[in-house]
């Protein structure tokens, strides 16, 4: 029954389309695309603060336990 209908309204048809098509080029112009900043490296960095004379293997330790 759609199929028909379109079918029967062909011109209706294409200049939907053709309005859905101008529409999504419009709106496409309108979004913001700073989603992600340009200085984004794709990478996550952190560090670890204990006392200087820690030996490496303290360190290991340190950096291994978990935080309540």
Same mark, same amino acid.
């Given at each position: 029954m759609?199929?028909?209908g379109v079918i029967r309204h062909r011109? $209706?048809?294409v200049l939907t389309f053709a309005g859905? $098509?101008?529409?999504t080029v419009y709106l496409y112009g309108l979004v913001p695309k700073g989603f992600i900043p340009s200085q984004?490296?794709?990478q996550l960095s952190g560090?670890?603060?204990?006392?200087?004379?820690?030996?490496?293997?303290?360190?290991?330790? $340190?950096?291994?336990?978990?935080?309540?």
């Open positions: 759609t199929l028909h011109f $209706l048809t859905t $098509l101008v529409a984004d490296t794709g560090t670890t603060e204990a006392p200087q004379d820690i030996s490496f293997d303290g360190m290991v330790q $340190l950096q291994g336990r978990r935080r309540p």
